[in-house]
């Protein structure tokens, strides 16, 4: 395992400034560490589809949000990783209200892997299983002065 985890609160900050969409939703940062991520997607009107669901693409962001989550809970918050693939299996409508995204790595080298399970915040039922894989980049090397 790498260096200390940052916070939850120090991910959440470094992913809004990285990805400006998940500060725009208000994603939120609920736990990261040791390779495991809890990420909520708050309630918002903006993403539901016609018939009152949770649209399927802020669903995608939100899996996409919390598996990089995932990967600072071990990168000590220093990753730079690609998505290169995200497959969703929608199992069940989310009625409007808070989504959770729980996430996993899987695997962790050159290619990353990892699941994620999204839920109402209300239910522990799950309603979209994602598997997604990674592109390990590793940050450029700043130059000297």
């Given at each position: ?23 725009a ?98 239910s ?8 997604t ?13």
């Amino acid at each position: 395992m790498d260096d200390e985890a940052p916070s939850p609160a120090a991910i959440e900050a470094i992913m809004h400034r990285g990805v400006p969409l998940a500060a725009a939703w208000g994603i939120e940062v609920i736990s990261a560490a040791g390779g495991l991520a809890t990420c909520r997607l708050p309630w918002r009107e903006e993403l539901l589809r016609p018939g009152g669901t949770v649209s399927g693409p802020a669903l995608m962001g939100l899996a996409d949000v919390a598996m990089w989550a995932a990967l600072f809970g071990v990168t000590c918050g220093r990753d730079e990783s690609l998505t290169t693939s995200l497959t969703i299996h929608f199992m069940r409508r989310l009625a409007p209200g808070p989504v959770i995204a729980e996430a996993r790595l899987l695997k962790r080298g050159r290619i990353i892997v990892g699941e994620v399970l999204i839920r109402s915040e209300a239910s522990e039922e799950v309603a979209a299983h994602v598997t997604t894989s990674w592109a390990a980049v590793s940050a450029a090397p700043r130059p000297s002065r």
